[in-house]
């Protein structure tokens, strides 16, 4: 068990550029989460998949931005359009069922926006 | 050393004292919560977590307490080390609504040898 994995670590855009975040998940587990971090708060949810459906969407997740988990196993996230605000550490979780169920974060991918 | 919760996010102690860290949480009706450790450029560690049906659960080296009548949780760290410096998160679920974290603020830690 590799743990969660992210990919990119690091992305460096320029602002109206489109980019792709992957998250593969520990392989068990059937919820996979999205959150955004921006320096010195905590992580903010975005949405989680149970399987491959799409189960909740914060407000934050606005229309620039879409997940999918097409398969039940990696999901990727999608920026269109992207804009200095979006500049964050993205962190992918997974867990095996609810959230008491090993609820484990991936390393993140840091978005620059330029 | 002891953190005053949202209003003191850093929290520096010696090599080998003991330290807690406070959190306050949002929801009453929370029933799940989680101790995470984030060191620079990774992502958050699982440390400890504890049901709403009990107020302390012990660790390896780390106790969490929680008081639900006024929606604390407390982090403690016994014989902190310097590899224990980082920023720590609590976070509360409650599982009938879905399976989000809310994260506090944090906290930095800082251990001097």
């Known amino acids: 068990d590799t743990g969660v994995s992210q990919n990119p670590r690091h992305k460096i855009t320029k602002r109206g550029q489109n980019v792709t975040f992957r998250c593969d998940p520990i392989?068990?587990?059937?919820?996979l989460y999205w959150y955004r971090q921006t320096l010195g708060q905590g992580p903010e949810f975005l949405t989680y998949f149970q399987n491959e459906a799409q189960l909740e969407k914060s407000r934050l997740l606005s229309d620039r931005f879409s997940a999918e988990r097409p398969k039940g196993s990696f999901s990727t996230l999608e920026i269109q359009r992207t804009e200095q605000g979006d500049s964050a550490m993205y962190l992918c979780?997974?867990?095996?069922?609810?959230?008491?169920?090993?609820?484990?974060f991936g390393s993140g991918t840091r978005l620059t926006v330029v | 050393g002891e953190s005053v919760g949202l209003h003191l996010p850093t929290l520096s102690v010696q090599e080998g004292d003991n330290s807690i860290i406070n959190c306050a949480y949002s929801?009453?009706?929370?029933?799940?919560f989680i101790w995470y450790k984030q060191e620079s450029g990774k992502g958050p560690q699982f440390i400890i977590d504890?049901?709403?049906?009990?107020d302390k659960r012990q660790g390896q080296r780390v106790t969490v307490l929680l008081n639900k009548t006024v929606k604390h949780l407390s982090l403690q760290i016994a014989a902190t080390q310097p590899g224990d410096s980082a920023v720590y998160f609590c976070?509360?679920?409650?599982?009938?609504?879905?399976?989000?974290?809310?994260f506090g603020e944090g906290t930095q830690l800082t251990v001097n040898p």
């Open positions: 392989s068990e587990h059937n919820r």
């Open positions: 976070a509360e679920n409650l599982e009938t609504s879905g399976s989000r974290l809310t």
């Open positions: 504890i049901r709403s049906n009990m």
């Open positions: 929801n009453s009706a929370s029933d799940y």
């Open positions: 979780a997974s867990s095996l069922n609810g959230a008491s169920r090993g609820y484990t």
